[in-house]
């Protein structure tokens, strides 16, 4: 089987689904991890996080390197809950000394048409690597980014069930501008897709009732997460009965692989700005006082990427369950 070449971008530590994502490509044998590349904030911890769930996974061949932590442009938020169930006090696994931009340049570069990149946080490291070298534009076989908002969800009531901006792109507008205008081979995985691809039931039951160390790690992950996700989608306005597991990341990465759990339609999309109607204490206020956000909605022109519009979400969260309760290893095959 040929493998698919990748880099995993992620902001692992923040949000639960980052490491669930890792340790869910470290089990995909359709894939080649290249390595992990870390993206936002304290990106230091997050490449010490990245370490721990690959050693976990049994994975340690995979590198990893730290990236751009602070955004293009002084403002950003963070939910914080860094880390959580993975780090023990006091514990400091190393990482690669090269840094996650060179090692992104260098490797679609030596590898051109080969390299497809999966982001799961902000795109800082690749709108980086499209400064520092402009021709990984060229040599790119895709860039896969989990991140904007297409359709927001409205439901029957007429009440939102999916943010109207999306944190990802937000959290480093600039950068997402960037690679939006970039031309490159793209997909776009926003999140009003990924709200569909909840972990069932049945299926977190398989992975608690795995001894896989990997299973337990993400058994204890989302034995972590729901309260966090409440606060959080309170803080955004979203009535919190909505919550559930949502498989935003692992989902990316499955589409770098599996071209059947999604419809995707080639749209054209751009950043625009807007002002948020929800005032939110997390969002630092930019330099006019305003808290501007960006948004992705799809423009009349002609495409510029593939965009996710629908997906399986009982595929999707059956085949993250039969990776996640697996032996580890099963990556290696
Ligand atoms: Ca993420």
Known sequence: MEKTRIILDTDIGTYYDDAVAVMFAAQSPELQVEGVTVCYGDTHLRAQIAVKVLEIAGRSDIPVF????????????MFGFEGEGILEP????????????DFMIETIMNNPGEITVVTLGTVSNIAHAIIKEPAVVDNIKELIMMAGVVVPIVDDKGVRRSPVEEYNFNNDKIAAELVLRSKMPMTLIPIDVTLGAPLLDEDLARIQASDSPIAKLTARIFELWPPQEKLIYTAVGI???????????????????DRSLMTTYPLHIAAEYNQTPIEREMYLHNANGRQ????TNPKKLTANMDVALEVDG????????????????????
């Open 66 to 77: 730290k990236g751009i932590g602070v955004p293009m442009r002084d403002e950003s938020l």
């Open 90 to 101: 006091g514990e400091e696994p190393t990482y690669s000394d090269q840094h996650a931009v």
């Open 239 to 257: 009535p919190t009965e909505h919550t559930a597991l949502w498989l935003h990341d692992p989902l990316t990465v499955m589409h770098a692989f």
């Open 292 to 295: 501007e956000m960006l948004r």
């Open 314 to 333: 009982v595929a999707v969260s059956r085949l993250f369950a039969d990776r996640l309760s697996a032996p580890i290893g099963m990556g290696l095959a």
